[in-house]
């Protein structure tokens, strides 16, 4: 997943003998409708685009994201220049920091307190997994609230928990899976929802967005007992266990709307690189039950990076003044 350096979505979910893919898939008669994330979030790009061309006009100034990246990992630099080219894609300034692999967690610290004070950045990011030595709760919790543009900071987070009150930002990836679905004129209101794992980064908040969204929300997790009898009966899934094709055709009610948000990379000598990327729901299976289906790759992960520039957009409207903040 989906543009953290981590995949928010290794949280196991239970004994793979769960898996049945030997059992008899029951089908809706037709292929499912493929939610195409990558097309869901050109358009958002655009939206928010257009909106900070018009920001830029009306206030002189345009919203500004920083990024702190602690080491040299592949994955987390290559996350990092993603990020930045969309920045520049939609008009958004782009403010980093690369920091060596043993720098202390004071200086860290010291680093997003300085972006806290720079009326020019709106949002902060700093990316994950940082190194071993340093707490991610210590660094994320130094965030401060109105620029946390991950939605990680426990005021955050809390409010997103609380009736009646809304956090100013929310994780970017669950964010992301609510949106899918609502483009997808999927009803969410009055619905059986399932959120297949509880990490902090995706399962956690995608229940507690599908609740705010007047869904019926069942989460389950690596401790739940038959998980499949449970995920028969949602009208809404959404997979974030960590677990390569861990749902089956025969997991899923027909004419459910499956959102995959798992990214696992599997052993396939067929071709060149040696493997493939495959959700945490087996599609081939899937697609036969279901109605609607996000692949994978190209469904929720395109999502997370527009997600990521709608907040900082968010979060300069609030510090410019500007309407509908």
Request: aromatic share 4%.
């Amino acid at each position: 997943m989906a543009g953290r350096g981590i995949l928010p979505t290794m949280e196991g979910t239970g004994d793979a003998s769960h898996n049945s893919s030997s059992a008899t898939v029951t089908g809706t008669g037709q292929k499912a409708a493929i939610i195409d994330g990558k097309a869901i979030a050109d358009q958002i790009r655009k939206e928010i685009t257009a909106e900070v061309s018009k920001m830029k006009e009306s206030v002189g100034n345009v919203p500004g994201l920083a990024v702190i990246l602690v080491g040299a990992r592949k994955d987390s630099s290559t996350y990092v220049r993603n990020k930045k080219r969309a920045c520049a894609e939609v008009g958004i300034l782009s403010f980093d920091v690369t920091l060596p692999e043993d720098v202390s967690q004071e200086e860290v610290v010291a680093r997003v307190k300085e972006f806290n004070d720079n009326p020019a950045v709106h949002g902060i990011l700093v990316q994950l997994p940082l190194p071993k030595h340093i707490s991610e709760e210590v660094v994320l919790g130094a965030v401060s609230y109105e620029k946390d543009v991950d939605g990680f900071h426990p005021i955050n987070v809390g409010t997103l928990a609380m009736q009646g009150r809304k956090p100013l930002f929310v994780s970017c990836t669950p964010k992301g899976c609510i949106e899918l679905l609502k483009r997808s004129g999927v009803q969410i209101k009055g619905k059986r929802a399932v959120v297949i794992g509880r990490s902090n980064i995706v399962g956690t908040p995608a229940a507690q967005l599908l609740q705010r969204e007047n869904a019926t929300v069942t989460v389950v997790h690596s401790q739940t007992p038959n998980p499949a009898e449970i995920t028969r009966e949602a009208d809404i899934l959404v997979a974030a266990a960590g677990k390569a094709e861990l749902v089956r055709g025969d997991w899923l009610k027909p004419g459910a709307v499956v959102i995959d948000v798992g990214i696992n990379a599997v052993e396939d000598l067929s071709i060149k690189k040696g493997y493939r990327l495959v959700g945490d729901v087996c599609f081939e299976e899937a697609c036969h039950v279901a109605s609607k289906i996000t692949p994978v790759p190209g469904g929720v992960g395109p999502m997370t990076i527009a997600m990521l520039l709608s907040n900082t957009l968010d979060a300069a409207k609030r510090a410019y003044g500007v309407a509908n903040a």
